[in-house]
């Protein structure tokens, strides 16, 4: 079939109001989808992850084709070597005037579409995401006019122009931000009983797509067993309602907590869906602030939702097209241990870290805090390279996608950027996992304790992370008061901390042999 357009549509843009179909017409263009090895092999990814990608397109494919779309897909079993190789073979095949897709959520998927396109000799059309509430033009014009960049600024104004939790002008509840509420931890008492996650068995798609992935990816991490993530437009919205329902009105309280044995907790399970596109960010919105309104969600719960949706998802988006190519090679700390094997394995004698990594290699999930105050706090204190721990995060979470991956971890969680993205390193002792999880009540660490062989790790490698970097520490009034501790310590201290933490990196992320 010669076609007019060759529309190609990428495993994270499964929209139901995708833009490129909007502007094609099914009687004269053709939808391309490619399943290929390479991209499940860019890192070591997950083999839930990979299996929700290529599920949730073969579905989404269907869906295209029952609504008279002429889908050009490629499976596995094809064996199309990389996404430009099955794009010009595609482009061969059906003669098109030109090619069409909405923006790539990976700047180097993007660079590979428009090299096959210009190879080819086929124009590309790159169409704006309008899956976001803020387009990477209007977030340039945005940052442009500030010195420094600050989310909860970005936020603010991001709010105020889609007119969210806003009366008479004026942020609901009298406050931009509640986030000072949303820390409580779950006390000895733990998270109490609670209404059960929903969850969506594999399908005969999902069960095939299942055995494919164990057959081809043997090797890859992660157990298939559990497998339940939504693939479908209706089953995210399912996921949506249950979330809104039994979750929301508890999720501002505790959506930092953490418990041994409780990988869901309070939290929306809904990034997968968003950022394969199954669900739109404004029906999400829509629906946590329509259940504050009616009273059935606390104000404290529903802008710390939203907050992550408005505020950090459009934010991280934001930055990563601002900033790359080069942002991915951002190492502000220097830091070059490699990544430890045992993050592959859970096999680790720390408690808050071997629940936190098995419950990734389980479900392909950890929250938001196992993933910044517990990998990510642990990956700065012990030195590890910021690319291999980027790597991980892509390879290990169901819901990592470049764009919002990145960021999050190289800026938020490692503070690698040099402070483009958050305001502070967030870095913390022992003592924080103790407050907000029951993880140091089943550990043989003390983290009270910053010496000795009992001294927790992390507040070790925290005290040492601080002591060794005090001097650029101290020009971020962030960290003023908590640098003021260190002078509570005397010099004998500090050398048997410095001393301890070189053992802990040494035993926790080895270098190589030289």
């Not at 006390?187 to 969850?199: F, L, N």
């Not at 199954?278 to 259940?291: G, N």
């Not at 830091?335 to 045992?342: A, G, N, V």
């Amino acid at each position: 079939m010669t076609a007019r357009t060759l529309i190609l549509i990428l495993g994270d843009q499964l929209d139901a109001s995708h833009a490129a179909l909007r502007a094609g017409d099914p009687s004269q263009d053709v939808v391309v989808m490619l399943e290929t090895l390479a991209e499940a092999r860019h890192v070591w990814s997950h083999r839930q992850r990979v299996t929700l990608f290529l599920s949730a397109m073969r579905h989404y494919r269907d869906e295209l084709r029952s609504a008279g779309w002429t889908v050009d897909y490629a499976t596995l079993a094809d064996e199309v070597p990389d996404l430009a190789a099955g794009l010009t073979t595609a482009i061969a095949r059906h003669q098109p005037a030109r090619a069409c897709m909405v923006e790539a959520g990976e700047h180097r998927v993007q660079q590979q579409v428009a090299s096959a396109c210009a190879a080819a000799g086929v124009p590309l059309e790159v169409l704006a995401d309008t899956h976001f509430l803020c387009t990477t033009t209007e977030f340039a014009a945005w940052a442009k006019a500030r010195k420094q960049l600050v989310m909860e600024y970005f936020y603010r104004w991001l709010r105020t122009r889609l007119g969210v939790l806003m009366d008479d002008g004026k942020p609901a509840g009298g406050r931009w931000n509640f986030d000072a509420e949303n820390r409580k931890g779950y006390g000895r008492s733990g998270p109490g009983p609670r209404a059960p996650v929903r969850r969506f068995p594999p399908d005969a798609i999902t069960r095939e797509v299942l055995d494919e992935v164990a057959n081809r990816l043997p090797d890859h991490p992660g157990a298939l067993d559990a497998f339940g993530w939504p693939v479908t437009r209706a089953d995210a919205l399912a996921a949506l309602h249950d979330f809104i329902t039994h979750r929301l009105p508890r999720f501002g309280d505790h959506q930092d907590a953490m418990w041994t044995g409780e990988p869901w907790l309070e939290h929306a399970l809904l990034a997968s869906s968003l950022n394969l596109k199954l669900l739109d960010p404004r029906e999400v919105v829509a629906a946590a602030e329509a259940a504050y309104r009616a009273g059935h969600v606390p104000i404290a719960s529903a802008e710390g939702f939203i907050r992550q949706i408005i505020g950090w998802r459009e934010y991280v988006r934001g930055v990563y097209w601002l900033k790359m190519p080069d942002y991915a090679a951002g190492n502000v700390w220097r830091h070059e241990r490699p990544l430890p094997e045992w993050f592959w394995t859970g096999d680790v004698d720390m408690n808050c870290l071997r629940h936190t990594v098995n419950d990734t290699l389980a479900h392909g999930y950890a929250h938001h805090i196992q993933r910044l105050m517990v990998v990510g706090n642990f990956a700065v204190l012990a030195g590890l390279l910021p690319q291999s721990v980027c790597d991980w995060f892509l390879a290990a979470y169901v819901d990592a996608v470049e764009w919002v991956e990145l960021p999050n971890t190289l800026g938020m969680a490692l503070n690698a950027d040099g402070g483009v993205l958050a305001t502070k390193p967030y870095v913390a002792s022992g003592r924080y996992l103790e407050r907000m999880s029951n993880y140091c009540a089943g550990c043989r660490f003390e983290p009270g304790r910053r010496s000795g062989e009992d001294a927790c790790p992390y507040t070790v490698l925290y005290w040492d992370f601080l002591r060794r970097h005090r001097g650029t520490l101290g020009r971020n009034p962030r960290m003023a008061t908590i640098l003021k501790n260190l002078d509570r310590f005397g010099a004998d201290e500090l050398d048997a901390i410095a001393r301890q933490a070189g053992r802990l990196r040494d035993r926790y992320a080895p270098l190589p042999p030289r």
